[in-house]
């Protein structure tokens, strides 16, 4: 989490699948809370990814925008936009198995040595909790978008359509990144779907009627009408791609993934979070735009794997002290602090102390606005950056290409050893950048810890960078694994966390 959204007054971010509120202002995500029950671990098996035609917004011109001028148009109707779009506006089941031990003691580290981690005392149990949440049909053949955090670590996830009929669905993609998923009914019976069509989300204005629906409280299928509060929110999530539509339509726990509609039954959004006191609506809600929606969606149905743009350059949010600094009214931008060796931001003439206003003629505000324009547009194109250096405006040609592929550059170490369950991966600079260190270093970084597993139990934390094991250096990730998958009596490890060298030992 950004030590930004820890400075919010009275607000803390939260992710409420366990249902939990508090009594000061808090960012809610929308998932109802979970039921947990003890329960036999099953889990379903992913169907291949089979290609499909890429979804397209729709280009038609921007409505006429007029306000009632008489009684007859003030008692006007939503109710035909509503039957056209709440048939594709789905109920998400997820279901999530994880393992809990009966002894308090389970993860203390003195009694693991004492007793063995053999012990009866550890043994662990399957625990199942089901959280509910929303979705949309984007396909007739059944694709839905869906907020990621709906779907997170589930094992088995099931979608209810209007009428109720459920059906089984694989998981195409859940990133934590932009907060989305993408689900594909797994056997639709040759049946197709009611779908919404993609609205050019950055048409939006703030004004506009929206309707918003989904399922909160798991109470069925609501509808709610509001407008269009503010655009380009920022400061809702951990993300680099914040450009949230903020709404007053009422949204509640058990909408997210939902469907945040214009009058003309688009897809402008995805509901995801709410600000609120009680856990209830206030009128402040937001949702990820339809042209991210759009991207995510695009790539489950043409491989499942989401590739998005990468700039390779640091950036940096403007203060209003910089913005005197820099001779410009207001603090509005993205100050490029760093810039990657050989990056699209390199190739531009993009350099340290240039800052951003603009990609596209599109004003940017935050350095996660234009991350996530740039996070819209297509792989293989280029962008126009707007952007002031030494007091004076100037363009450059952005091309538009995905961060250096570093996939094959990663190791996950299994079996009867204290780093079973470490994936760790090379430090490329993307993989650097992701992490927050110097596009300069070296080495590898672990990427994922599994929950629960020899390597989470003994600390090891993702994004640490490991320097050495047993006095060997770690260079890349085959040392990394060779080393990290022997047996041994005892482990010195040096490792590197939020810029500080750490030292330990550690049984074997």
């Known amino acids: 989490m950004s030590s930004r959204n820890l400075v919010l007054i009275a607000a803390a971010l939260v992710v409420v699948v366990g249902g939990a509120t508090a009594a000061t202002a808090v960012w809610h995500h929308l998932a109802a809370p979970p039921v947990s029950v003890a329960m036999p671990v099953s889990a379903p098996t992913p169907a291949p990814v089979a290609a499909a035609p890429i979804l397209v917004a729709?280009?038609?011109?921007?409505?006429?925008?007029?306000?009632?001028?008489?009684?007859?148009?003030?008692?006007?109707?939503?109710?035909?936009?509503?039957?056209?779009?709440?048939?594709?506006?789905?109920?998400?089941?997820?279901?999530?198995?994880?393992?809990?031990?009966?002894?308090?003691?389970?993860?203390?580290?003195?009694?693991?040595?004492?007793?063995?981690?053999?012990?009866?005392?550890?043994?662990?149990?399957?625990r199942e909790s089901q959280s509910l949440g929303s979705g949309v049909i984007v396909d007739p053949r059944g694709i839905i978008v869906t907020n990621n955090h709906v779907v997170n670590?589930?094992?088995?996830?099931?979608?209810?359509?209007?009428?109720?009929?459920?059906?089984?669905?694989?998981?195409?993609?859940?990133?934590?990144?932009?907060?989305?998923?993408?689900?594909?009914?797994?056997?639709?019976?040759?049946?197709?779907?009611?779908?919404?069509?993609?609205?050019?989300?950055?048409?939006?204005?703030?004004?506009?009627?929206?309707?918003?629906?989904?399922?909160?409280?798991?109470?069925?299928?609501?509808?709610?009408?509001?407008?269009?509060?503010?655009?380009?929110?920022?400061?809702?999530?951990?993300?680099?791609?914040e450009a949230f539509i903020q709404t007053d339509a009422?949204?509640?726990?058990?909408?997210?993934?939902?469907?945040?509609?214009?009058?003309?039954?688009?897809?402008?959004?995805?509901?995801?979070?709410?600000?609120?006191?009680?856990?209830?609506?206030?009128?402040?809600?937001?949702?990820?735009?339809?042209?991210?929606?759009?991207?995510?969606?695009?790539?489950?149905?043409?491989?499942?794997?989401?590739?998005?743009?990468?700039?390779?350059?640091?950036?940096?949010?403007?203060?209003?002290?910089?913005?005197?600094?820099?001779?410009?009214?207001?603090?509005?931008?993205a100050l490029v602090t760093d810039v990657a060796p050989q990056s699209p931001a390199e190739q531009a003439g993009?350099?340290?102390?240039?800052?951003?206003?603009?990609?596209?003629?599109?004003?940017?505000?935050?350095?996660?606005?234009?991350?996530?324009?740039?996070?819209?547009?297509?792989?293989?194109?280029?962008?126009?950056?707007?952007?002031?250096?030494?007091?004076?405006?100037?363009?450059?040609?952005?091309?538009l290409a995905a961060a250096p592929d570093g996939s094959g550059d990663t190791a996950t170490v299994s079996g009867n050893t204290r780093f079973s369950g470490t994936t760790v991966s090379a430090l490329t600079p993307a993989v650097a950048q992701q992490f927050g260190l110097p596009f300069t270093a070296k080495g590898v970084v672990v990427s994922d810890v599994k929950a629960n597993s020899p390597a989470d139990q003994m600390g090891l934390q993702q994004g640490d960078v490991v320097l050495s094991l047993n006095g060997t250096q770690i260079g890349d990730v085959d040392t990394f694994k060779r080393i990290a998958s022997s047996r041994a009596s005892g482990w010195q490890i040096v490792i590197q966390r939020s810029g500080q060298i750490i030292r330990s030992y550690v049984d074997g």
């Open 153 to 241: 670590g589930a094992t088995d996830v099931k979608v209810a359509v209007q009428g109720g009929k459920q059906y089984s669905v694989d998981v195409l993609i859940a990133d934590s990144k932009t907060d989305l998923a993408v689900l594909r009914i797994k056997d639709p019976g040759g049946k197709t779907f009611p779908a919404l069509q993609f609205a050019d989300s950055d048409k939006l204005e703030v004004g506009d009627l929206v309707l918003a629906i989904g399922n909160p409280f798991g109470v069925g299928q609501t509808v709610t009408s509001g407008i269009v509060s503010a655009l380009a929110r920022t400061g809702v999530e951990s993300s680099d791609y």
């Open 58 to 126: 729709d280009n038609s011109p921007a409505p006429v925008r007029q306000t009632p001028v008489s009684q007859g148009q003030v008692q006007l109707s939503f109710a035909p936009v509503v039957k056209e779009v709440a048939p594709a506006v789905v109920n998400v089941y997820a279901t999530t198995i994880s393992q809990q031990s009966a002894s308090p003691f389970a993860n203390d580290p003195f009694f693991g040595r004492l007793f063995g981690r053999d012990s009866p005392l550890f043994n662990t149990r399957p």
């Open 350 to 399: 993009l350099k340290s102390g240039d800052l951003i206003t603009a990609i596209d003629g599109v004003e940017v505000d935050q350095p996660q606005g234009l991350n996530y324009h740039l996070a819209t547009r297509p792989i293989g194109g280029t962008s126009k950056l707007t952007y002031v250096r030494n007091g004076q405006t100037a363009e450059t040609d952005l091309k």
């Open 250 to 333: 009422a949204i509640n726990p058990g909408n997210s993934g939902g469907a945040l509609v214009d009058l003309s039954g688009h897809l402008v959004g995805i509901n995801t979070a709410i600000f609120t006191q009680s856990g209830g609506s206030v009128g402040i809600g937001f949702a990820i735009p339809a042209n991210m929606a759009r991207t995510v969606a695009n790539a489950g149905e043409n491989g499942g794997k989401l590739v998005l743009p990468w700039l390779g350059a640091r950036l940096q949010e403007v203060t209003p002290d910089i913005a005197n600094s820099l001779s410009i009214d207001s603090p509005h931008g």
